[in-house]
């Protein structure tokens, strides 16, 4: 057998740090599951933080130099610090399965800026039917961060990171990772880059909460177990002046 066989859901919630490592080769993933598209919007405005398709694919953490197929399995995003403050966020995933069955189809995300867990998730879908494509909403109960802490995630670029496990019952089947970037607005614009992306999709249904129930398409996952500091003093300091404008930065 090999290690990541082994792994089970309460190993990777016990994890105190991010892993250097995949804990599981792609070949794990024997249900055939592919993901098509991944929507981030802020839950209270429904208006659109970022959008990721095989129309418009993400920024991918490529060495073509030195690639390897672990790279197809890194995304680096880039926000405005706005998204960090946000109450709540949703996010809506569709995703293919292939010829087998899927009966439980878990989702673990651990969130962390450099070693420390300032956030962590866990969404169950459920069942799966052979050959389906599904929809898979989940509202993120966004802890609130510590202004010192939120600031030095503005200022170190990528070093606040996040995995994400998936699971078919106790078995990983999927693992991914990816780093963000945080943007500082321009304090002097009356809206947020954000309110601009996407806009003939601001329209969104009403998500409706399901904790611990089974997960249908189009239904929405609470955030479980989150994990976050306090409230502080809001700093001042900026990343080497970097602004986030509407006028250049939003799709």
């Not at 293919?96 to 189809?105: D, L, M, T």
């Not at 999709?201 to 189009?218: E, I, V, Y």
């Not at 955030?223 to 300091?237: N, Q, T, V, Y």
């Amino acid at each position: 057998m090999d290690r990541y066989e082994s792994l089970t859901p309460d190993d990777i919630l016990d994890l105190k740090g991010p892993t250097q490592e995949f804990l599981c080769p792609l070949s794990a993933n024997t249900y055939g599951i592919e993901f098509l598209s991944f929507i981030i919007q802020d839950y209270v405005s429904k208006k659109h933080i970022f959008e990721v398709s095989r129309d418009r694919p993400p920024q991918m953490d490529l060495d073509l130099a030195n690639f390897d197929e672990n790279s197809l399995r890194k995304i680096k995003y880039s926000f405005s610090e706005d998204v960090l403050r946000l109450p709540s966020i949703k996010t809506e995933l569709i995703f293919s399965v292939g010829e087998k069955q899927v009966p439980n189809f878990r989702m673990i995300e651990r969130h962390y800026f450099r070693n420390q867990l300032i956030k962590s998730y866990d969404f169950n879908f459920g069942f799966c039917i052979p050959g389906s494509t599904n929809t898979w909403g989940a509202v993120y109960d966004v802890p609130p961060l510590d202004e010192g802490l939120v600031q030095q995630m503005i200022d170190n670029p990528h070093e606040t990171t996040s995995d994400s496990f998936y699971f078919v019952g106790d078995k990983l089947i999927m693992h991914n990772k990816a780093s963000y970037k945080y943007i500082l607005e321009d304090r002097a614009q009356e809206k947020r880059s954000y309110d601009y992306l996407n806009p003939d999709k601001m329209s969104a249904k009403d998500a409706k909460g399901a904790k611990g129930s089974k997960f249908q398409p189009d239904d929405v996952a609470e955030e479980k177990g989150a994990k976050g500091e306090g409230g502080g003093s809001k700093a001042a300091s900026k990343l080497d002046d970097e602004v986030w404008s509407k006028e250049s930065d939003y799709y």
